[in-house]
């Protein structure tokens, strides 16, 4: 089976790639980087990333590496990235498409494929309106409602996990974790419930090692860095309470290494996702053998509320039993291994691949 997996890259996390890259000079070598960086590598199929003769993977957005391979392979002019990719897959000789980004790559673009693709399989954990995935075989998530929306819409769907990283087991082993509680993630207008439980736990940092990593809108960065911020009440600024415990945003390793110094990992489902979680915060947290500390819901199989992981109702709720947790550094360590052991046999690369396959026979 030869498997072509592509991928985009969000805007903060190209800049990080084009600086550890900088000194790569062909395809292979960027690439490399790319996948030492562990950037997604829960989506990433095992023979993507052991990089399989038969397994192939494109940042279709990611231009400095899509035009190193058009120069590499000898394509003229200046190609736009559509066509480049549709190269790249009929040189690949392709079998199974699987795009992470239906919305880059939609019906349009999956009509336009060559004869060689066999199936065209596309994930999805977003609400999209307005863009067509119907030409796809299958559109697949791990959120059931999702997946009851694209059907409504008159796509084939079915459900499909990221899975644990192996190379996430030797930061699940540290037990030197300075840091309290951590969160990762977005502080924007579109976070209302998710601004309100960082603001309640921002305000205990005085007593306690609170550390939040960040990716603010544009308009908060712009306020942020500019003389305005001193304004008060101004909209889009940071609380002063976040801004006291506020780092930049984190990607790949550094996450890995950041959630590897924390003991609890504060995690909130976005406001319009209902009862159902399992945000690929979930599957790092717990694959890095922390307490994650997060709203309760319905969880896939394996997280289990008071077992290895632990919920609130409420931001109050939240804090109160982040102060309770940190006051049992043994039971925490304990959480912490459930979590990693579950995370890991239930979601394993294998396991992962064993679905992947069933799904395009």
């Not at 980087?33 to 199929?45: E, I, N, S, T």
């Not at 279709?60 to 002019?77: F, I, L, P």
């Not at 809108?217 to 909209?235: C, D, G, N, Q």
């Not at 694959?287 to 008071?306: F, K, T």
Request: aromatic share 10%.
């Amino acid at each position: 089976m030869r498997i072509f997996q592509c991928a985009t890259l969000y805007a903060a996390y190209a800049h990080r790639l084009n600086s550890l890259a900088r000194s790569a000079e062909t395809f292979a070598e960027r690439q490399a980087v790319f996948f030492a960086d562990r950037h997604g590598a829960p989506h990433f199929l095992k023979p993507v990333l052991d990089a399989e003769p038969t397994a192939f993977e494109a940042n279709v957005n990611d231009e400095v590496h899509q035009r190193m391979w058009a120069k590499e392979s000898g394509m003229t002019g200046e190609p736009d990235l559509h066509s480049i990719l549709l190269a790249q897959i009929e040189h690949h000789r392709t079998e199974i498409l699987y795009s992470m980004d239906p919305v880059a790559l939609p019906s349009s673009f999956v009509r336009r494929l060559p004869g060689c693709v066999k199936k065209t399989i596309g994930w999805r954990a977003a609400p999209t309106k307005g863009t067509d995935f119907t030409a796809y075989d299958l559109i697949v998530s791990n959120f059931p409602k999702m997946l009851r929306e694209y059907e409504e819409a008159g796509c084939r769907v079915a459900p499909f996990y990221p899975a644990h990283d192996p190379e996430q087991d030797k930061y699940a082993a540290n037990e030197e974790r300075q840091i309290d509680a951590i969160f990762v993630g977005s502080y924007t207008r579109h976070h209302g419930i998710r601004n309100v439980l960082l603001e309640e736990i921002a305000k205990i940092g005085g007593s306690h090692q609170i550390v939040f990593h960040l990716e603010n809108s544009r308009l908060t960065k712009w306020v942020e860095r500019s003389a305005m911020r001193w304004i008060p009440f101004l909209p889009y600024k940071l609380p002063a309470s976040l801004r006291r415990v506020v780092k930049g945003p984190v990607f790949g390793v550094d996450l890995y290494k950041a959630l590897s110094r924390s003991k609890i990992v504060v995690n909130c489902s976005i406001d319009g996702a209902g009862v159902e979680r399992g945000n690929i915060r979930c599957f790092e947290a717990m694959g890095c053998g922390c307490v994650m500390l997060s709203d309760e819901g319905r969880y896939p199989e394996g997280m289990r509320p008071g077992d290895n992981m632990i919920t609130y109702r409420n931001p109050q709720e939240a804090v109160q039993k982040l102060k309770e947790m940190l006051t049992g550094p043994d039971r925490l360590r304990e959480i912490g291994d459930r979590a990693h052991a579950s995370v890991s046999q239930i979601y394993s690369k294998d396991r992962q691949l064993e679905a992947f396959h069933a799904l395009a026979s």
